[in-house]
């Protein structure tokens, strides 16, 4: 048996050293619950990134990977399966797209849309119009193109020059959108709700007038939902809580339960602008994926669960602005159903690492803000207890 402290050698020997792991092991999950080899157990409000919507062991889940498992695996996309075409039915028949292009992850969701949108525009006959605007906060991801619209000067400086004709404006500041955004633009892209960046809700006027300047210039706007969609904001989409439609919308992280997933869903006007053989993915769509992905999607996208995500963030909300506010620790706290970022006076990593020794995972999104990103599934019990740890921790960090 390879012990604890083995394991954390040999990740240390062999792993690429791109992530500062702690000095723990998970071994299993069950709810929202997490435990390492040591028997320690952790409310998790992490969701493994936003991933484990349904938390650890979700029979949903389960079923649904022993029901793809004794199926097909893969095939490529070079032939027609069941799964994918029932996913993709599912999503459109949910969502403003009228078709899916499935991927694996969320930059190769960004990288495909971006792809799509500079095709559509050449399709229009627009040779210039090849240009992208981002925000200020905004993460979508590290591949090549997904990195040249993420904003964070840190990820993107090691690997320049990213791809060119990107611009970033203020995030919520429409005024310095319009400065940016003109006839050359191809597409917008922006997070209806920022997560890496800080959890930072658009505000209503921002994302509308965002969708306005699109319609003048005629460019497409994007919203990546990789973090804050499928429920996470209380309702299916984050964009539903605005008056505005994309063009484009980006899914991944939650959307097979914790198998590897993406997904850009798209207007019929920007679809007919690709035709075969103008973008592609070996992995993508694969049947058990898909098989799982299915499950998930109609297991939240139910008016019992999504109405259960809200009540259960408006909870929480108002146990974070009661009772962990007044902390000197907090200046603040924002967000939108079960995604919230504490504003933090100590640097956000201190709370973090002090919060495990109460049993209690949480993340950063940036140098001093707290995330908390439970799975949708947490009671109002279990905020109980996520509120008092994380009080704990803000008395042992003060
Ligand atoms: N977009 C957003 C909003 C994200 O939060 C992330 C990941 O954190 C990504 C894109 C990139 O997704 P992935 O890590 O699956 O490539």
Request: aromatic letters at 8%.
């Amino acid at each position: 048996m390879t012990t604890t402290q083995e394991i954390i050698q040999l990740e240390q020997q062999y792993i690429l050293q791109t992530y500062k792991r702690p000095e723990f092991v998970l071994e299993r999950g069950e709810g929202v619950w997490l435990y390492d080899s040591d028997g320690k157990q952790y409310l998790d409000a992490c969701s493994g990134i936003a991933v484990n919507a349904l938390g650890y062991q979700n029979q949903t889940i389960v079923d649904a990977i022993r029901e793809g498992a004794t199926g097909l695996l893969h095939v490529s996309n070079l032939y027609h399966t069941a799964p994918h075409a029932l996913l993709a039915r599912d999503l459109c028949q949910a969502s403003f797209a009228d078709r899916v292009f499935f991927c694996n992850s969320g930059a190769e969701a960004n990288e495909g849309a971006l792809k799509f949108a500079r095709k559509w525009a050449r399709s229009k006959g627009h040779s210039d119009k090849t240009g992208f605007v981002a925000f200020t906060g905004s993460f979508h991801g590290r591949t090549m193109g997904a990195l040249s619209v993420t904003a964070t000067e840190k990820y993107r400086a090691p690997f320049e020059p990213l791809i060119g004709n990107v611009s970033f404006a203020e995030f919520n500041n429409l005024d310095s959108a319009r400065e940016v955004i003109n006839q050359n633009t191809c597409a917008v892209i922006v997070e209806p709700v920022q997560g890496e960046g800080g959890v930072t809700p658009a505000t209503p006027e921002f994302l509308s007038g965002l969708r306005a300047l699109c319609n003048e210039v005629n460019a497409l706007l994007i919203v990546d939902e990789i973090q804050c969609g499928l429920g996470r904001t209380g309702s299916l989409w984050a964009y539903e809580g605005y008056d505005i439609t994309p063009d484009i919308m980006t899914l991944a992280k939650p959307l097979a339960g914790g198998l590897p997933i993406g997904a850009i869903l798209l207007t019929e006007a920007v679809s007919g602008a690709m035709e075969p053989g103008d973008h592609g993915s070996t992995f993508a769509a694969g049947p058990l994926v898909c098989t799982v992905a299915h499950a998930v999607l109609n297991h939240i996208n139910t008016p019992e669960f999504l109405s259960q995500v809200k009540a259960n963030g408006d909870y929480l909300a108002t146990k974070l602005n009661q009772e962990v506010l007044p902390s000197p620790l907090i200046k603040q706290v924002r967000g939108k159903g079960l995604m919230w970022g504490l504003i933090s006076e100590p640097p956000a990593g201190d709370i973090v690492t002090e919060a495990r020794n109460y049993g209690l995972i949480i993340l950063v999104a940036g140098p001093n803000v707290v995330r908390l990103l439970p799975p949708l599934t947490m009671t109002q019990a279990e905020i109980d207890t996520l509120i008092e740890r994380l009080l704990k921790t803000l008395e042992a960090v003060g």
